[in-house]
Antibody, heavy 122, light 110 residues
Framework: QMQLQESGPGLVKPSQTLSLTCTVSGDSITRGGYYWNWIRQHPGRGLEWIGNIYYSGSTYYNSSLKSRVTMSVDTSKSQFSLKLSSVTAADTAVYYC??????????????WGQGTLVTVSS | QSVVTQPPSASGTPGQRVSISCSGRNSNIRGYSVNWYQQLPGAAPKLLIYSNNQRPSGVPDRFSGSKSGTSASLAISGLQSEDEADYYCAAWDDTLNGYVFGTGTKVTVL
């Protein structure tokens, strides 16, 4: 059964870069038919899609975050990563990684990682 | 302001049927399939319904989804205490060129 696990610093200073990694286990990250996503949830709020990456490295970002987001993939480690630059307190959130299943009838996120809280504070 | 809206709360007694609406636009729900996610307290979201009305294996048939035009809905029949959670709909939006989530609905079992 596929599992995803986020890792990275839980505290980032304002104006710095937030860096997170998602490790995929239980299946190959290079298997076709999937995108690899980052989604965040501000405290007590709803879900916000950040973007996704294919194992080949092609990316798609939320237009509202695009100028600050970089995603990458390391197939040798079965990991994909998120970098969010110039963070402010508004970027404080729980960050989830999730697999996006691609199908003829539509795409969906399954499974999700457990999430990691990142706080932006000096 | 979110482009996909849900009622903030819904409630029912055990055994009752609860329905949650998801109202969107031509750019998202009308043109794309809708998925539903259940988020239990303190947990990550979990896929509940995909492609408008399909249940992943392991999801009880008490949960059902439907879509018509720019709206979708999730129904929970035979409500149980373990159904207390937040529920989110989601779809692709071709104006925003990204995924949008609904505002979320908190279901309370009275």
């Amino acid at each position: 059964q596929m599992q995803l696990q986020e890792s990275g610093p839980g505290l980032v200073k304002p104006s710095q870069t937030l860096s997170l990694t998602c490790t995929v286990s239980g299946d190959s990250i290079t298997r076709g038919g999937y995108y690899w996503n980052w989604i965040r949830q501000h405290p007590g709020r709803g879900l916000e899609w950040i973007g996704n990456i294919y194992y080949s490295g092609s990316t798609y970002y939320n237009s509202s975050l695009k100028s600050r987001v970089t995603m990458s993939v390391d197939t040798s480690k079965s990991q994909f990563s998120l970098k969010l630059s110039s963070v402010t307190a508004a970027d404080t959130a729980v960050y989830y990684c999730a697999r996006e299943v691609i199908s003829e009838t539509g795409n969906w996120f399954d499974p999700w990682g457990q999430g990691t809280l990142v706080t932006v504070s000096s | 302001q979110s482009v996909v809206t849900q009622p903030p709360s819904a409630s029912g007694t055990p055994g009752q049927r609860v329905s949650i609406s998801c109202s969107g636009r031509n750019s998202n729900i009308r043109g794309y399939s809708v998925n539903w996610y259940q988020q239990l307290p303190g947990a990550a979201p979990k896929l509940l319904i995909y492609s408008n009305n399909q249940r992943p294996s392991g999801v009880p048939d008490r949960f059902s989804g439907s879509k018509s035009g720019t709206s979708a809905s999730l129904a929970i029949s035979g409500l149980q205490s373990e159904d207390e959670a937040d529920y989110y709909c989601a779809a692709w939006d071709d104006t925003l060129n990204g995924y949008v989530f609904g505002t979320g609905t908190k279901v309370t079992v009275l």
